[in-house]
């Protein structure tokens, strides 16, 4: 509504990319489910135009050599209980960009570069987020399965598997092995 109350819910959709898509306006496809302000950024900082959205029970099959299965590009999001496959080298299955969201009891596996990538998608800053009960045990990651760039700061991550490499700073990731890699683009 007009006074910011309500809430966008995708829920119990089955998806399966195509293994190329149409590189505008970012050249990172075919992607699964996308949410929240990629033009006009300033929107997922505002309340007002930012209602929140919860992302539950979906599958999605991102099969594009850069594609993301679930992005959340604003604050304060759900992405729960959702099942993610990738197979491209460059793909990933979830992405934040933001802060304040709750990714949880997600299975991800396939084979790509990570399976929850966490990176500032300015103005947002990919801070606070919690990631709880996520299964990487059948993701075969070139990078890492859970991987916070330079500014993914103060981050949770609790009773997950698989491995992370943490560029950020005061993040507490407990149940994942830490791994180092050489400065990588995400």
């Not at 560029?167 to 791994?179: R, V």
């Amino acid at each position: 509504g007009s006074d910011g109350k309500g809430q966008i819910v995708i829920q119990d959709n089955t998806i399966e990319t195509p293994t190329e898509g149409f590189p505008l306006p970012d050249p990172v496809t075919p992607n699964g489910i996308m949410v929240g302000y990629f033009l006009d950024k300033s929107a997922a900082l505002d309340p007002k135009r930012a209602i929140p959205h919860v992302v539950i029970h979906n599958t999605v099959q991102a099969r594009g050599q850069t594609s993301i299965g679930i992005a959340v590009l604003l604050d304060g999001a759900i992405v729960r209980d959702n099942h993610v496959t990738i197979s491209g080298q460059k793909a990933r299955a979830l992405f934040v960009g933001g802060s304040h969201n709750y990714i949880g009891q997600n299975m991800v596996d396939g084979a790509g570069a990570s399976g929850l990538l966490l990176a500032p998608f300015p103005p947002m800053a990919a801070s606070d987020n919690q990631m709880v009960a996520n299964d990487f045990v059948q993701l075969k990651s070139t990078v890492a399965d859970v991987f916070l760039v330079k500014g993914a700061n103060n981050n949770m991550a609790a009773r997950s598997t698989g491995s992370v490499s943490d560029l950020g700073a005061g993040n507490q990731l407990s149940g994942l092995k830490p791994i180092a890699i050489a400065a990588a683009k995400p």
